[in-house]
């Protein structure tokens, strides 16, 4: 990865001259002690929140970095301002090892704001279902409102009211944040389907389908 930089091959797989060890630790070396963390698809597999295996690594930092692939896995970096680093905490992902990664609530409003990152916002809906008991309704909106960003106050309030998260009070702080525009529900499909004047939102992905990922 860099010089001066190696993984011990595992005794148990003999001969081998290839071994990329833990991607999420590759990901945090690659970093070479800048800010970062573990985000969007990344960090919905670290906090069980998908039912694919994940064949990318996302990283977000304020630190400019190139994409690059480590022995078939591809590792995408994602730039934040430096004040858009929060709502983190280091993770174990083996016995000796620790990573940054966005916790559940950001992870979310990451994947709101860049659903491209999770293969849609049908996704991002998926695994906050998963999580949605266990989810805090205060720290999404609380995240969402300091991020600043229309389109996911819109998207969030939406999923929050389609799963039943969130105090009454939380989702009129959303609400109260709204402005005329609408936006799309999920960017990456096809500007179609009714307009929801609550959210500001067009349903290009129906309340029906996304209540159904609930259950699958």
């Known amino acids: 990865m860099r010089p ?34 573990l985000s969007h698809a990344s960090a919905m597999d670290i906090h069980a929140m998908v ?21 078939g896995t591809e590792f995408r970096f994602v730039r934040c301002r430096r004040s858009a680093v929060f709502g983190t905490a280091e993770h174990w992902v083996e016995k000796q090892e620790k990573v ?5 609530e950001r992870t979310v409003v990451d994947g709101l704001r860049q659903p491209q990152h999770c293969g849609g916002v049908t996704e991002v809906a998926k695994g906050l279902a998963m999580r949605r008991t266990e ?10 409102l300091r991020l600043g ?20 009070e939380e989702l009129a702080r959303l609400r109260e944040n709204l402005t005329s525009t ?3 529900l999920d960017p990456l499909l096809p500007p179609e389907g009714r307009f929801l ?4 939102l067009r349903l290009n992905v129906s309340l029906e389908e996304i209540r159904a990922v609930a259950g699958s």
């Open 197 to 200: 004047a609550r959210w500001r």
């Open 100 to 104: 940054v990664v966005s916790d559940v």
């Open 4 to 37: 001066g930089l190696y993984i011990l091959v595992p005794f148990e797989l003999g001969r081998a001259r290839e071994y990329l060890g833990n991607p999420y630790v590759v990901a945090r070396e690659l970093m070479a002690g800048k800010a970062y963390y």
């Open 51 to 71: 039912t694919q295996p994940q064949l990318m690594v996302y990283v977000t930092s304020p630190a400019p970095m190139r994409g690059r692939t480590v022995l």
């Open 135 to 144: 989810v805090s309704g205060k720290k999404l909106v609380d995240y969402a």
């Open 149 to 168: 960003v229309g389109a996911v106050i819109r998207r969030l309030g939406f999923l929050m009211e389609a799963y039943g998260i969130g105090a009454p």
């Open 182 to 184: 609408y936006n799309l």
